[in-house]
């Protein structure tokens, strides 16, 4: 049975909810509130977040932090080189006694479901992602489950050179709203980290602070936020210029478009706006688009006497170097 539509919140209660949820999540990881801001975007846009960095950085603690602030379903699933696609989706079990198939649901059928270091699976398992993460359902033997509402996976992964990793697909990376990375803590940061740990996880004591049922108001309030046409041309020409740069053999999606903007609506709604600006789109377009782009052979190497941009340097440059439309700057 669906659930009924949940309706918007007032910006006033918004702010309210996700400044608890910040601070629910800051008791947990320190020193790292842009990461915390963009987890919360992602969230509260219906997305997908992939954390990626070395091991012992926090990125399960993030993940974990984030999936128990909200009152909601909650499942973990640890990739492994020997996990199975059914292990993740379900299976299907007779059933002796009715003389039937069962359908048995997988970790998948959760609000936030965690992947912890998703790239140490086969990319045979990996793919079993791809339908529930853009669909929002399931299909087994033929028959289809739809999963929970709200519904996101956080997913965590070691950079693809470390032994033991399987680099994501295209295909499952352009499903991911942002990447972020954690980085090493300042060590003010990690000094107190070896004092407020040293006999108990601080997960330990963390409690949710809203409910699923708001977690859906708040979503349906940063779907609401207006984004003009000025602003949705401005998504449009960031992307077509990823798609002709010469340093990219492939550019941003459709799908990267699109999800710039809802990021953008749900990082308007955290400033407390109703209309999205240049600025949400400029913010969030590293994160966004970065792990979607394939590099051309000399990106990020010296190749005799040239050093390459990276990712990250190319689509700060195609931002800076693409004009904003007349009308975008105040939100019309």
Do not use: W
């Amino acid at each position: 049975m669906s659930l009924p539509v949940a309706e918007p919140m007032p910006i006033e209660r918004f702010l309210e909810l996700s400044a608890r949820i910040v601070a629910t999540i800051e008791t947990v990881i320190d020193g790292k509130p842009e990461a915390i801001q963009v987890a919360l975007t992602v969230l509260l846009a219906e997305g997908h977040l992939l954390i990626e960095d070395v091991p012992g950085v926090g990125k399960t603690m993030l993940a974990r932090a984030l999936a128990r602030s909200v009152d909601c379903s909650v499942s973990r699933i640890q990739f492994t080189p020997d996990l199975l696609p059914a292990d993740i989706t379900g299976v299907s079990v007779f059933n002796q006694s009715d003389r039937e198939f069962e359908f048995k649901p997988g970790p998948v059928f959760a609000n936030i479901v965690i992947g912890d270091e998703i790239n140490r699976a086969s990319p045979k398992t990996q793919s079993a992602l791809l339908e529930s993460m853009e669909e929002r359902q399931v299909t087994v033997d033929g028959r289809t489950y739809l999963l929970a509402n709200p519904f996101t996976v956080v997913a965590t992964q070691n950079p693809i050179e470390m032994e033991g990793t399987y680099a994501l697909p295209e295909a499952q990376r352009d499903r991911f709203m942002a990447r972020i990375s954690m980085g090493y803590p300042d060590p003010s940061s990690e000094i107190e980290m070896l004092r407020t740990r040293a006999t108990s996880s601080p997960l330990d004591a963390l409690k949710p602070v809203i409910g699923a049922t708001e977690l859906r108001s708040m979503i349906a309030t940063a779907r609401a936020v207006f984004a003009s046409p000025a602003v949705e041309q401005y998504a449009v020409a960031i992307a077509q210029a990823t798609r002709r740069d010469s340093e990219l053999r492939l550019g941003a999606s459709p799908r990267a478009t699109l999800q710039l903007v809802r990021a953008a609506k749900a990082r308007a709604a955290l400033a407390g706006r109703e209309f999205v600006l240049p600025d949400d789109l400029n913010s969030l377009a590293v994160a966004v688009l970065s792990h979607r782009l394939i590099p051309s052979g000399r990106v990020g190497v010296t190749v005799g006497g040239y050093s390459g941009e990276t990712i990250a340097e190319i689509v700060t440059r195609i931002v800076a170097e693409t004009p904003v439309p007349l009308g975008a700057r105040n939100g019309n």
